[in-house]
């Protein structure tokens, strides 16, 4: 169960990426827009930073165990009857009611690392998937490049490709894609994580680093980084 103040930093979190990095939300968006289908379950979806790119799909399903951050998503979706938003944690045998909805789709954009147990929300989340289906887990990369940041914001643990591959590979899925993200965005990460320990990133280096991401992601595009703060994986059932 998470406490009020992890759910205060969730928040501040989220509101930081939507002010200052709205450019790196879309290049997420554009990493796992061609694995959507027409309904889709968003785990961890916050105040709707990713989820609200595809609410013109058939069902969006999002789940989150912030209820402030649910409010916010409510009141921006309160007219559009394909979105349900529902209070849950995973993992949850709650997960299981969205079995027979012929979902197509999972999204859990930063969240697993969120989650102590996170092999049981895997098998949860690909539980709920339609033969066919897939989903889109993007997770900070590196164990040694765990530092104030991710403590801060409650996060368990970073990964490394074997390790989130077996996971994936547990919950029954065939893995589709499996490559780093975020080149640049890792030497960001250590320096404010591993040199300054803070807590976040400032803004105005965010909004900054947000100016440059067009170009990172059309480098990334050619070229898969060595090293890079996040993991893109996409798993078919």
């Not at 289906?133 to 996060?155: E, T, V």
């Not at 703060?229 to 059932?237: I, T």
Request: charged share 20%; with cysteine; glycine share 8%.
């Amino acid at each position: 169960m998470l406490t009020e103040e992890a759910h205060r930093t969730s928040l501040a979190i989220q509101a930081r990426l939507e002010e200052n990095a709205p450019n790196y939300t879309r290049w997420i968006v554009n990493q796992v827009r061609p694995h959507i289908g027409r309904r889709l379950l968003d785990v961890g979806c916050s105040t709707g930073n990713v989820t609200r790119h595809f609410v013109d799909r058939e069902l969006v399903i999002g789940v989150d165990p912030n209820p402030h951050a649910l409010a916010q998503a409510r009141a921006s979706w309160a007219g559009r009857p394909n979105v349900q938003l529902h209070e849950l944690s995973v993992p949850s045998p709650d997960l299981a009611r969205f079995e027979g909805l012929s979902i197509d789709s999972v999204t859990c954009i930063n969240v697993i690392e969120h989650v102590e147990d996170d092999a049981t929300a895997l098998r949860q989340m690909a539980q709920v998937l339609q033969p066919g289906g897939r989903l889109c887990l993007l997770a900070p990369a590196h164990p040694w490049l765990y530092g104030s940041m991710d403590a801060a914001d409650h996060h368990y643990r970073r990964y490394a490709k074997d390790g989130i591959l077996a996971l994936v590979d547990q919950a029954g899925l065939r893995v589709r894609v499996l490559r780093a993200m975020n080149g640049i965005g890792a030497l960001g990460w250590f320096v404010n994580g591993r040199v300054a320990r803070r807590d976040l990133i400032p803004s105005t280096q965010a909004g900054l680093y947000d100016k440059i991401i067009p170009v990172v992601e059309r480098v990334e595009g050619w070229i898969e980084p060595p090293v890079g703060q996040s993991l893109l994986v996409v798993g078919e059932k």
